[in-house]
């Protein structure tokens, strides 16, 4: 079973994090991403391995991992936040809803 659209309220804009250059950060193409945002305060562990504090997770359809890798740039009600860290939840037929949660600062 997959997360439902009619959960899929928001609509963020990302730009996925591509790599370093001389001069900094490359993104790539900014697009829209439907997702439930969930603006919560919370201490998660980054892809790094290091404690950090997240401000901000979203919800959306299941698969959507390696669009939003860790780096990415998430643009969500006027502000520009980080992707610390994007994880494919399947719930092997369990019943519950599969998903791609993306946490970030």
């Not at 928001?10 to 370093?20: I, K, S």
């Not at 250059?21 to 900014?30: D, K, N």
């Amino acid at each position: 079973m997959r997360i439902p659209t009619w959960a899929l309220v928001h609509t963020v804009t990302v730009r996925p994090y591509l790599g370093e250059s001389s001069v900094g950060p490359v993104y790539g193409a900014a697009f829209p991403l439907q997702c439930m945002a969930q603006g919560k305060r919370r201490m998660v562990r980054a892809g790094d391995g290091a404690e950090t504090l997240s401000s901000l997770t979203l919800f959306t359809a299941p698969g959507k991992a390696a669009t939003v890798p860790p780096g990415s740039e998430v643009d969500w009600q006027g502000d520009t936040t980080r992707v610390l860290d994007a994880t494919d939840h399947d719930s092997g037929g369990l019943g519950a809803p599969d998903h791609t949660e993306v946490v970030c600062e």
